[in-house]
């Protein structure tokens, strides 16, 4: 694959959990094209191993299914991608789910299934490829913890209270992480995108939070993941001096 930005991830090994989403298939294109081997992780490894074929860069890819909600499967992956790659130095979470309703017509089961995924699975896995990442760092090269936010940490939407929420836990944890990482030389960034052309609102199970969905898609002309996987491939190809931090990716209808 030719790179598509002037920046190179050569020599980097990349991990994306949630590698077959419209934003992490973009982000796996951009990383390799970038020159970097990419670790595809999801659950369904069937959908894995399609992208992997569908990305040709079969010596630069590798497949492992993984529920992010269960910390053993992600060891086990951890350790797979270690003995076929032999180290970790950039780590990208854009697993996510929402639900959205009224608040007080609200599922709880709904509420925590979301947490799981979305902020419980996002912790187990920054702290399983925690150690590889410091280890690069410690050994003075590159080292980036990426997590994929939402726009949603910023704003107020009606009838996603829990899942803007969790996404400005998702902010606050990457600000505290850099903080804790950042003089060891583990950069962590928190990538906040705004409407995206995904799957991601198809499963909305209540019709006020698919009225919402629906008005996105009659009024704004979404995001095209590949330009989320550039930004993505940009951040982690800049020079080990510089964090870019935080960044919210709008359309630029969207307010
Ligand atoms: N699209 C948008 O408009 C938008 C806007 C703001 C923020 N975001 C954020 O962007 C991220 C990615 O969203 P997307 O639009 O790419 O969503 P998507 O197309 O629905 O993809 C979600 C990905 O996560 C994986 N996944 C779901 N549950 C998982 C689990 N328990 N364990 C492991 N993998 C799991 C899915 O694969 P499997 O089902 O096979 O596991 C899939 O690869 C999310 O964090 C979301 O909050 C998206």
Not at 11 to 16: C, D, I
Not at 135 to 164: E, K, R
Not at 216 to 231: F, H, M, V, Y
Request: charged share 20%; proline share 5%.
């Amino acid at each position: 694959m030719k790179p598509s930005f002037p920046f190179h991830l050569n020599g980097r090994t990349a991990v994306v959990i949630g590698a077959t989403g419209g934003i992490g298939t973009g982000i796996c294109q951009a990383l390799l094209g970038g020159g970097a081997s990419v670790a595809l992780v999801a659950r369904d490894i069937n959908r894995l191993k399609h992208l992997e074929r569908s990305l040709e860069a079969p010596r630069r890819t590798f497949s492992v299914s993984a529920d992010i909600t269960d910390t053993f499967q992600l060891t086990q992956a951890r350790d797979a991608i270690i003995d076929h790659f032999g180290s970790i130095d950039l780590v990208v979470i854009s697993t996510g789910i929402m639900v959205g309703s009224p608040f007080e017509d609200a599922i709880p089961a709904d509420w925590v299934s979301m947490i799981d995924v979305n902020l419980h699975g996002l912790l187990y896995a920054a702290q399983t490829f925690s150690s590889d990442l410091i280890s690069a760092a410690d050994a003075g090269g590159p080292s980036d913890l990426i997590f994929i936010g939402s726009l949603g940490s910023h704003v107020q939407y009606p009838n996603f209270s829990v899942f803007t929420a969790v996404s400005a836990a998702i902010a606050q944890l990457s600000r505290t992480l850099r903080s804790e990482y950042g003089r060891r030389g583990l950069r962590v960034h928190n990538i906040e995108p705004g409407f995206t052309r995904t799957d991601f609102g198809r499963n909305l199970n209540h019709e006020a939070a698919r009225a919402h969905w629906r008005h996105l898609e009659e009024t704004i002309t979404p995001l095209d993941p590949a330009d989320l996987g550039r930004i993505v491939a940009l951040t982690a190809a800049m020079p080990t001096g510089l964090n870019i931090a935080e960044m919210v990716v709008l359309p630029t209808e969207q307010d």
